[in-house]
């Protein structure tokens, strides 16, 4: 993560999403599971698109009404990656020559009754419907966009593993492959990159796992081929490209919080009142929103309060960031 903000190469007027045709991403998903046009074609579209493919419309619950969508090609182009380089610009090259993000292996353990190690693409099955949601996506380093997401709700996912009530908190470990990620031969970051929530987090209904944006398969600097997303959380908590994830007893250490512990805390709620010791938290570069009207107000929980301030009840936020 770098300590200064890079500035967009491509500052564009805020543009409104422009969702491609619906049945375009459905064909595209099928192909995904090798699930023939020919016996789709018998398939009610509803019975589709609710058992195998991306949904065909927004929940309803998460629209952000009157907000702007980020357009779709700065979201795939200006991302945070560390292990395919530390430039906005440099994941999609990176991530895109020839590492392989299917077949995928993921693996649920821990405290819990139900662990197992499944191809990713069974999980898929297993959790589904997909659904898509509109989120808010707020990055420690000062600057934001709203992404459509198409995934499960994390809530699912801890349902089917069972955690033990030992269970406390949930680790999330991205991939770790040095043979494919050359950063991965250096130890400038303790890899895997390792993130947390506590199992109240886990289970609120906005904690999301990601497998698509824009309603096709994440592509693989957004973290394919599946993702968390925390969006009440600054978003380095978002780990990508899931290969563990595993319920524990004690709070799990985490990569930014053990390079930076006074940096970047266990909690990283966003919280405009607490300044990042570097820079102000108390606004947001909205991307894509242009150089000189792109600049807004940071939300308290990234305007997630409503829904997610009881599980902070009384906690000292600037103690726990
Ligand atoms: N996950 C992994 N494995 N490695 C990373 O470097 N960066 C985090 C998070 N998840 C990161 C990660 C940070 S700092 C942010 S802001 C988001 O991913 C960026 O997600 P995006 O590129 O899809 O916008």
Same mark, same amino acid.
């Given at each position: 993560? $770098?300590?200064?903000?890079?500035?967009?190469?491509?500052?564009?007027?805020?543009?409104?999403?422009?969702?491609?045709?619906?049945?375009?991403?459905?064909?595209?998903?099928?192909?995904?599971?090798?699930?023939?046009?020919?016996?789709?074609?018998?398939?009610?579209?509803? $019975?589709?698109?609710?058992?195998?493919?991306?949904?065909?419309?927004?929940?309803?619950?998460?629209?952000?009404?009157?907000?702007?969508?980020?357009?779709?090609?700065?979201?795939?182009?200006?991302?945070?990656?560390?292990?395919?380089?530390?430039?906005?610009?440099?994941?999609?090259?990176?991530?895109?020559?020839?590492?392989?993000?299917?077949?995928?292996?993921?693996?649920?353990?821990? @405290?819990?009754?139900?662990?197992?190690?499944?191809?990713?693409?069974?999980?898929?099955?297993?959790?589904?419907? *997909?659904?898509?949601?509109?989120?808010?996506?707020?990055?420690?380093?000062?600057?934001?966009?709203? *992404?459509?997401?198409?995934?499960?709700?994390?809530?699912? @996912?801890?349902?089917?593993?069972?955690? +033990?009530?030992?269970? +406390?908190?949930?680790?999330?470990?991205?991939?770790?492959?040095?043979?494919?990620?050359?950063?991965?031969? $250096?130890?400038?970051?303790?890899?895997?990159?390792?993130?947390?929530?506590?199992?109240?987090?886990?289970?609120?209904?906005?904690?999301?796992?990601?497998?698509?944006?824009?309603? +096709?398969?994440?592509?693989?600097?957004?973290?394919?081929? *599946?993702?968390?997303?925390?969006?009440?959380?600054?978003?380095? +908590?978002?780990?990508? $490209?899931?290969?563990?994830?595993?319920?524990?007893?004690?709070?799990?250490?985490?990569?930014?919080?053990? @390079?930076?512990?006074?940096?970047?805390?266990?909690?990283?709620?966003?919280?405009?009142?607490?300044?990042?010791?570097?820079?102000?938290?108390?606004?947001?570069?909205? *991307?894509?929103?242009?150089?000189?009207?792109?600049?807004?107000?940071?939300?308290?929980?990234?305007?997630?309060?409503?829904?997610?301030?009881? @599980?902070?009840?009384?906690?000292?936020?600037?103690?726990?960031?």
């Amino acid at each position: 993560m $770098s300590d200064h903000c890079i500035r967009d190469r491509d500052l564009a007027a805020v543009a409104a999403a422009t969702p491609e045709p619906y049945y375009l991403r459905r064909r595209e998903f099928l192909r995904l599971f090798g699930l023939g046009v020919a016996a789709s074609a018998f398939l009610p579209l509803t $019975s589709q698109a609710a058992s195998t493919g991306f949904p065909d419309a927004l929940n309803a619950g998460y629209k952000l009404d009157g907000v702007k969508i980020t357009p779709e090609d700065l979201v795939t182009s200006y991302n945070n990656f560390n292990e395919w380089g530390q430039a906005k610009d440099q994941p999609k090259e990176l991530a895109n020559r020839g590492w392989k993000t299917r077949p995928w292996s993921i693996e649920i353990g821990g @405290l819990c009754a139900n662990p197992r190690k499944m191809d990713v693409d069974e999980l898929i099955q297993l959790l589904g419907p *997909i659904e898509r949601r509109n989120y808010r996506h707020r990055c420690v380093e000062a600057w934001s966009m709203v *992404i459509p997401w198409d995934g499960f709700p994390l809530a699912k @996912l801890v349902d089917l593993a069972q955690p +033990k009530g030992e269970a +406390k908190y949930v680790r999330f470990a991205s991939f770790f492959d040095s043979a494919n990620c050359r950063a991965q031969r $250096s130890n400038d970051f303790p890899w895997p990159y390792t993130e947390g929530l506590t199992i109240e987090e886990s289970r609120h209904e906005l904690a999301f796992l990601a497998v698509g944006l824009y309603g +096709k398969p994440l592509p693989n600097q957004n973290g394919a081929p *599946i993702r968390l997303v925390v969006p009440w959380k600054y978003g380095f +908590k978002s780990a990508k $490209s899931l290969a563990k994830i595993e319920f524990v007893a004690e709070q799990p250490k985490t990569l930014w919080n053990q @390079l930076a512990p006074n940096e970047y805390g266990f909690y990283a709620n966003v919280n405009p009142n607490v300044d990042h010791p570097r820079w102000s938290q108390k606004s947001e570069r909205v *991307i894509g929103a242009g150089f000189f009207s792109g600049k807004q107000a940071t939300l308290m929980f990234n305007g997630y309060e409503k829904q997610v301030g009881h @599980l902070y009840a009384g906690m000292d936020l600037r103690k726990n960031f």
